[in-house]
T-cell receptor, first 111, second 114 residues
Framework: RKEVEQDPGPFNVPEGATVAFNCTYS??????FFWYRQDCRKEPKLLMS???SGNEDGRFTAQLNRASQYISLLIRDSKLSDSATYLC????????????FGTGTSLTVIP | GAGVSQSPSNKVTEKGKDVELRCDPI?????LYWYRQSLGQGLEFLIY????????KSGLPSDRFSAERTGGSVSTLTIQRTQQEDSAVYLC????????????FGQGTRLTVV
């Protein structure tokens, strides 16, 4: 079983729409959680960390459910510039700080 | 400060030749990771260095792949006798020691084996 699983999409949404991505992780020992964004032919970059209490950064909201081993990312009022692949990332401290990446969810925001 | 630096940015090599890819992590970052990303695919873990600990080589796809990290800083990924299926973008990332810290990526080396 993969450490991190994501729906690959693609998600095609109109500008202004709200879209949610989900991710599950297999190991309950996982300690830290992140969403990364990867533009076409570019390296992944941190979008936001995910905290236990949930956190918001402008139009982006991340939530963590440890009981269900589930992470989500909500994007409100989608912009054309949000088009990218969103990677769910899990960090297991006690395996030596290893990072595990999901395969990514592709989002295209349509005018 | 400077980010993670990788070189070369692009490499075209003939099948059967050896290649070396270099990664210069962010100064002070003790953790260094190599990933591979084929076109349209997710990130495939290759190898992980943490300080002076033995590296986690569990992701290396074959014995043609090796990596070292000298002096806890610069890392070199070597692919011997390259094959066409080795064509991919090789991404290096570094991270400070400690829980909850993000990984910072270099721009990658695009390897094409012809």
């Amino acid at each position: 079983r993969k450490e991190v699983e994501q729906d690959p999409g693609p998600f095609n949404v109109p500008e202004g729409a709200t879209v949610a991505f989900n991710c599950t992780y297999s190991n309950s020992a996982s300690q830290s959680f992140f969403w990364y964004r990867q533009d076409c032919r570019k390296e992944p970059k941190l979008l936001m960390s995910v905290y236990s209490s949930g956190n918001e950064d402008g139009r982006f909201t991340a939530q963590l459910n440890r009981a269900s081993q589930y992470i989500s990312l909500l994007i409100r009022d989608s912009k054309l510039s949000d088009s990218a692949t969103y990677l769910c990332v899990v960090n297991k401290r006690f395996s030596g700080n290893q990072f595990y990446f999901g395969t990514g969810t592709s989002l295209t925001v349509i005018p | 400060g400077a980010g993670v630096s990788q070189s070369p940015s692009n490499k075209v090599t003939e099948k059967g030749k050896d290649v070396e890819l270099r990664c210069d992590p962010i100064s002070g970052h003790t953790a260094l990771y190599w990933y591979r990303q084929s076109l349209g695919q997710g990130l495939e873990f290759l190898i992980y260095f943490q300080g002076n600990s033995a590296p986690d080589k569990s992701g290396l796809p074959s014995d043609r792949f090796s990596a070292e990290r000298t002096g806890g800083s610069v890392s070199t990924l070597t692919i011997q006798r390259t094959q066409q299926e080795d064509s991919a973008v090789y991404l290096c990332a570094s991270s400070p020691r400690g829980q909850g810290t993000e990984a910072f990526f270099g721009q990658g080396t695009r390897l094409t084996v012809v």
